[in-house]
């Protein structure tokens, strides 16, 4: 029964700590299809996070909160596709703009605004997402193994968390079954096709970084308004990366990727739980190791395991006419 | 003729400049917080208290500077040391390896370093007795603590926060032997002071293995451990200034630091000059540490409760009762 219980907190931690990843990295998927290199989701994120917290505070609403979280992260994306698509920049130096814009910013403005160092102020819970608890949670706990499973993994998130895993099947089916997921794809293989089908590149480009916006924002609303209460200086701490890395690692395809955001948070939720336990043979191992453990993980995963991984062809490429 | 005009100007300019280097004799303090912020809600925002009640107090405004990288704490001291600040605080353990290049380069400015001992004579070690004060957080604590379980939350993996770590275990195990404590480190660098989400996570992780009192020794990342108890409606104990405030009702108490007396007393010594170096060790016995007892968790801390741990303070003050320093087991 103990394990059953160690099963579960873990399973729950790792949903928690994946939600962020697992929407930055669809978000950086549709980005990436359309043949836009976005390191800018960090900044995205971080972002969306001030302006979800920044206004939940001051509404006390958490939703119109994950409304200017959105609303930002989309300009913020919009800037990206600016420079990077109507004027042909270059896709790195102008995420990496934004990563380093928002940074500074957000925690300038919060000193501005709120005289808290950065920070804004804690919210109220009516401000924040609550968890939801499903039907028949609470009837079915007794029942042996399915019932702690339903109440404890699959009721009891809040709404971004179901958003968040909703939103992997929903981008499958977007980008593989639908006619603007396909011109989608070719644009980020081969933009000059598109283009001579008489589709228009540059408004597939922009509707695809207006997407990862979207997703963005609501992955820096659940930072701060769903799994904390406040913004805080750097409070995405390299998720954006990770989401980066994560879509990589799941070859450009939305439901490997989920599964790499789950991998990326399990070995999160494992190195907090292996902290100080006496393991069996090996005694205890030093917090140090333990810490290291997500990043040799995943540098193996990528070097041992992921194979080729082929991005779009076109990505990174800015798209100029042929004459 | 245009620069023999400049020139007379920069003269007139050095003749202004000399007379402000003599007021700079003054009494000019400085104070340089750690990563966390001055708004940590914890250790340095303690310090930052100090430091305000000093100047509504004595109506000299001082000069700060929030360190947000590891490499900018040198750069700090030594622009307030050579700005003409000559008594300059500086806030936190990891200070001490620059403070000791820059006081060494400044010798007339004066030095006060909160949690770390600098022996140089122009500068002031203050350190605390955390131990003591983690002992009685332990106490209350195991006696809270319906599960026997209780945890910890430390931020960087230092041995002062060890430190903490040991005085708490010994506090719990006293009252109730058999009580389990989850330890957990945030990280092993500077960032674990200020990763609330990480400090959320590891609460849960500790609530789901059954603990129902956290004590959180994690400057700004105590922040989410604490909003963590509240949203799992079990307790947290605060660290460093007093947080019962945050969040009445899952606050079982605070261990306070008085970081927030040793800066105003820094400041205010140094004004009247009677400022000097060496080492003070703040104790139960010097009201450098405790637990804390206000409006927002009296109904929590049970008069018998209240009791054991006043016969214990009493004890660790005489002497009766040992607590161990990790930092000087070795």
Same mark, same amino acid.
């Given at each position: 029964?103990?394990?059953?219980?160690?099963?579960?907190?873990?399973?729950?931690?790792?949903?928690?700590?994946?939600?962020?990843?697992?929407?930055?990295?669809?978000?950086?998927?549709?980005?990436?299809?359309?043949?836009?290199?976005?390191?800018?989701?960090?900044?995205?994120?971080?972002?969306?996070?001030?302006?979800?917290?920044?206004?939940?505070?001051?509404?006390?609403?958490?939703?119109?909160?994950?409304?200017?979280?959105?609303?930002?992260?989309?300009?913020?994306?919009?800037?990206?596709?600016?420079?990077?698509?109507?004027?042909?920049?270059?896709?790195?130096?102008?995420?990496?703009?934004?990563?380093?814009?928002?940074?500074?910013?957000?925690?300038?403005?919060?000193?501005?605004?709120?005289?808290?160092?950065?920070?804004?102020?804690?919210?109220?819970?009516?401000?924040?997402?609550?968890?939801?608890?499903?039907?028949?949670?609470?009837?079915?706990?007794?029942?042996?193994?399915?019932?702690?499973?339903?109440?404890?993994?699959?009721?009891?998130?809040?709404?971004?968390?179901?958003?968040?895993?909703?939103?992997?099947?929903?981008?499958?089916?977007?980008?593989?079954?639908?006619?603007?997921?396909?011109?989608?794809?070719?644009?980020?293989?081969?933009?000059?096709?598109?283009?001579?089908?008489?589709?228009?590149?540059?408004?597939?480009?922009?509707?695809?970084?207006?997407?990862?916006?979207?997703?963005?924002?609501?992955?820096?609303?659940?930072?701060?308004?769903?799994?904390?209460?406040?913004?805080?200086?750097?409070?995405?701490?390299?998720?954006?990366?990770?989401?980066?890395?994560?879509?990589?690692?799941?070859?450009?395809?939305?439901?490997?990727?989920?599964?790499?955001?789950?991998?990326?948070?399990?070995?999160?939720?494992?190195?907090?739980?292996?902290?100080?336990?006496?393991?069996?043979?090996?005694?205890?191992?030093?917090?140090?190791?333990?810490?290291?453990?997500?990043?040799?993980?995943?540098?193996?995963?990528?070097?041992?395991?992921?194979?080729?991984?082929?991005?779009?062809?076109?990505?990174?490429?800015?798209?100029?006419?042929?004459? | 003729?245009?620069?023999?005009?400049?020139?007379?100007?920069?003269?007139?300019?050095?003749?202004?400049?000399?007379?402000?280097?003599?007021?700079?004799?003054?009494?000019?303090?400085?104070?340089?917080?750690?990563?966390?912020?001055?708004?940590?809600?914890?250790?340095?925002?303690?310090?930052?208290?100090?430091?305000?009640?000093?100047?509504?107090?004595?109506?000299?405004?001082?000069?700060?500077?929030?360190?947000?990288?590891?490499?900018?704490?040198?750069?700090?001291?030594?622009?307030?040391?050579? *700005? /003409? &600040?000559?008594? %300059?605080? #500086?806030?936190?353990?990891?200070?001490?390896?620059?403070?000791?290049?820059? @006081? +060494?380069?400044?010798?007339?400015?004066?030095?006060?370093?909160?949690?770390?001992?600098?022996?140089?004579?122009?500068?002031?070690?203050?350190?605390?007795?955390?131990?003591?004060?983690?002992?009685?957080?332990?106490?209350?604590?195991?006696?809270?603590?319906?599960?026997?379980?209780?945890?910890?939350?430390?931020?960087?993996?230092?041995?002062?926060?060890?430190?903490?770590?040991?005085?708490?275990?010994?506090?719990?195990?006293?009252?109730?032997?058999?009580?389990?404590?989850?330890?957990?480190?945030?990280?092993?660098?500077?960032?674990?002071?200020?990763?609330?989400?990480?400090?959320?996570?590891?609460?849960?992780?500790?609530?789901? *293995? /059954? &603990?129902?009192? %956290?004590? #959180?020794?994690?400057?700004?990342?105590?922040?989410?451990?604490?909003?963590? @108890? +509240?949203?799992?409606?079990?307790?947290?104990?605060?660290?460093?200034?007093?947080?019962?405030?945050?969040?009445?009702?899952?606050?079982?108490?605070?261990?306070?630091?008085?970081?927030?007396?040793?800066?105003?007393?820094?400041?205010?010594?140094?004004?009247?000059?009677?400022?000097?170096?060496?080492?003070?060790?703040?104790?139960?016995?010097?009201?450098?540490?405790?637990?804390?007892?206000?409006?927002?968790?009296?109904?929590?801390?049970?008069?018998?409760?209240?009791?054991?741990?006043?016969?214990?303070?009493?004890?660790?003050?005489?002497?009766?009762?040992?607590?161990?320093?990790?930092?000087?087991?070795?």
């Amino acid at each position: 029964m103990d394990e059953l219980v160690v099963v579960i907190s873990m399973v729950g931690a790792t949903l928690r700590v994946a939600t962020p990843l697992i929407l930055a990295a669809l978000g950086g998927l549709y980005a990436e299809r359309s043949g836009v290199v976005d390191i800018g989701l960090e900044g995205k994120m971080l972002g969306a996070a001030f302006a979800a917290a920044a206004v939940a505070a001051v509404s006390g609403s958490a939703l119109v909160g994950l409304a200017a979280a959105i609303a930002v992260s989309v300009a913020l994306a919009l800037i990206h596709a600016y420079a990077s698509v109507t004027h042909n920049g270059n896709q790195v130096v102008s995420g990496m703009a934004i990563n380093i814009m928002v940074a500074g910013l957000a925690p300038t403005l919060g000193v501005a605004w709120f005289h808290q160092g950065g920070q804004t102020p804690m919210l109220k819970d009516d401000a924040r997402f609550a968890p939801i608890a499903l039907p028949f949670s609470r009837e079915l706990a007794d029942v042996p193994l399915l019932g702690p499973l339903y109440a404890e993994v699959i009721s009891g998130h809040n709404l971004l968390v179901y958003l968040a895993v909703a939103a992997v099947p929903a981008t499958a089916w977007v980008v593989f079954c639908t006619r603007f997921g396909l011109r989608l794809r070719a644009v980020g293989e081969n933009p000059h096709a598109v283009d001579t089908a008489g589709v228009s590149v540059v408004w597939l480009r922009y509707r695809a970084m207006i997407l990862c916006g979207v997703l963005c924002g609501i992955a820096g609303a659940y930072l701060s308004t769903a799994h904390s209460a406040a913004f805080v200086r750097d409070m995405t701490a390299g998720k954006g990366y990770l989401a980066l890395a994560a879509l990589i690692f799941g070859k450009w395809m939305p439901w490997p990727t989920f599964l790499a955001c789950l991998l990326f948070a399990f070995t999160d939720a494992l190195q907090v739980r292996l902290q100080g336990v006496d393991l069996f043979l090996v005694g205890v191992v030093p917090v140090q190791f333990i810490q290291a453990i997500p990043y040799l993980l995943t540098v193996l995963l990528l070097a041992g395991f992921v194979g080729k991984a082929a991005a779009p062809r076109a990505s990174a490429i800015p798209f100029v006419k042929d004459r | 003729m245009i620069r023999a005009s400049l020139t007379a100007i920069a003269m007139a300019a050095f003749a202004v400049a000399a007379p402000a280097a003599a007021a700079t004799i003054e009494f000019s303090p400085a104070v340089v917080f750690d990563m966390g912020g001055k708004f940590d809600k914890s250790f340095n925002e303690a310090a930052y208290a100090g430091a305000e009640r000093f100047k509504k107090e004595s109506g000299v405004a001082y000069r700060e500077f929030e360190v947000t990288q590891e490499a900018q704490r040198d750069q700090g001291l030594r622009n307030m040391a050579r *700005r /003409g &600040a000559n008594m %300059i605080i #500086a806030i936190g353990f990891a200070q001490a390896t620059p403070l000791e290049k820059v @006081a +060494k380069e400044y010798k007339h400015a004066r030095f006060t370093i909160i949690d770390a001992v600098v022996d140089l004579p122009n500068v002031q070690s203050v350190v605390f007795k955390e131990h003591e004060g983690s002992f009685l957080v332990g106490m209350a604590a195991a006696m809270a603590s319906k599960t026997n379980k209780v945890g910890f939350i430390g931020g960087m993996d230092i041995p002062l926060i060890r430190k903490f770590a040991l005085g708490y275990v010994e506090g719990a195990k006293f009252v109730n032997p058999a009580v389990e404590v989850l330890q957990n480190m945030t990280g092993t660098t500077p960032a674990a002071w200020n990763d609330p989400t990480k400090g959320g996570e590891l609460a849960r992780s500790q609530f789901d *293995r /059954g &603990a129902d009192v %956290i004590y #959180a020794a994690a400057g700004g990342t105590g922040v989410g451990v604490l909003q963590a @108890a +509240k949203d799992g409606k079990k307790f947290a104990i605060g660290v460093d200034s007093n947080q019962n405030y945050l969040h009445p009702g899952t606050m079982l108490t605070s261990m306070v630091k008085r970081v927030d007396v040793a800066v105003y007393e820094a400041f205010k010594s140094a004004q009247a000059n009677k400022w000097k170096g060496g080492i003070s060790n703040l104790g139960l016995k010097e009201d450098g540490v405790g637990y804390s007892l206000d409006d927002h968790n009296k109904s929590l801390i049970t008069a018998d409760m209240q009791k054991r741990l006043d016969q214990a303070r009493t004890d660790i003050i005489a002497g009766k009762l040992k607590v161990t320093d990790y930092t000087a087991k070795k």
